[in-house]
Each structure stands twice: as C-alpha cells, then as structure tokens.
C-alpha cells in the first residue's frame, strides 16, 4: 500500500511544477507518470580534492561506512558479518570496521575480536583509508550510494552489488568488482586480499571514473541551468 501512494504521489507532482531532477536513470524509470523523460537527471557527486587516498597503511582488511542507524545499512552491515564473514574467515582471519553515526543495536551486538564498531568520527575519510576493501552488500533501495562514490575517490577497492552499480554505472572488474550473493562475495574478497596488484589497479581506476563522471562541478550542471531557466522565466 505505502509504495503504491508514494508511486501516485511522485506520479502527480509531475502536473504541479515547472521541471524535475532525479538522482539516476533507474531511478527515473520507476516514476509512473508518460512525460517522466522530461525529468533532467542530476547525480550526487563528490569532491576528489577532498576524498583523496590515505597515507597509512589500513589497519582494517574490509571497511562499511553508512548511517547505521538506517535500515538497509543496518542489513548490509548483518548481512556482511553474518553471512560473508564466515565464508572468508574458512580462507584467511580478517578484520572487518563499521563506521558510521547512529548506530543500531543490532550493529553494536556485532562487535567482537574481529568486528570493530566506530560510531562516531570526526572525519569519515579515515574509515575509508583504514579498510583495505569497503565491502558493501546492499540489496534494498534504490538511489545513488554516496558511499561508493567516495570510497572510490578515496582509492578503496570496492566490492557491491549489481543493484547499487545500476545507478553508479561503473565498470565490473575494471573499476570496482560486483557481487550478489554471499559467496560471491566471500570468493571475491579473498580473490582480492590475496591480489595486491589487482587492488592497486581498482584503485586507481576507480578513483579516475568517479572523478571523471562525478565531480560537483560538473553534475551539478543540469541543476545550475534548470535554475537559471526557471529564473529567466520567472522575469518574464
């Protein structure tokens, strides 16, 4: 019921306004409404200045950085404890972070010699500089991860899955690897641990696509030009 009122909703604010942004091609493709190809896509962003690669080398094997107090966070970070931990610890012993404000009961019960919690940093990018792979199992929602974009900028190898890269359009196995089960998962990770060049490659490349394709300066286009328009007209 909730999703077919808010699939309406987002159908009829279409007769209401002038123009229309939207996070990501998938995301327009879910809006029931016949002009919907009218709706400019404007992506999140980062700046590659700022999330740039860490000097130190990581303390952490895998890292997950994300509201952890939200829910599809909160499944991820289960998710990747429960259910992918296991399958890799038969290979080698990893250290696994999750950072993030909030965080969930659920998540605080995940603490143990293996599993560190950082609820609260001053700086996220140092999440992201101490996990040798940020590890994200994200199945729910839809969107455009943040937490992606910036793991890549901060030249983090990452591993998610096919749903979260729909949005983000990376290359498989060029700029960051894709996996949609927990073995593939654990299979990938271990691959990945045991391949420093291959980690160093991901790196850097995903580092380049994000700052190629998701700078500010230039995702930021559409919506700067929509504003304009809109304000042109208005004086008119």
Known sequence: MG???LARAES?????FDSFTIISDRDRRFIQHKERQKIEIVPNG???EYFTPGEKTPEFDLVFVGNLGYYPNVHAARYLVKKILPLVQKKKEVKVLLAGARPHQLILDLQSDNVIVWSWLD???AAYHDGKIFVAPVFQGSGLQNKI???LACGTPCITTSQVNASIGAGPDDQLLIADDDKQFAAKIVQLLDDSAKQHLLAESGRRFVSLHFRWNDVSVPLINILKGNIINADH
Request: proline fraction near 6%; hydrophobic fraction near 55%; aromatic fraction near 0%.
């Open 123 to 125: 700086d996220i990018r």
């Open 149 to 151: 974009l910036e793991a």
């Open 3 to 5: 999703v077919r009122l």
């Open 12 to 16: 009829q604010a279409m007769d209401l």
């Open 46 to 48: 980062i700046d590659p």
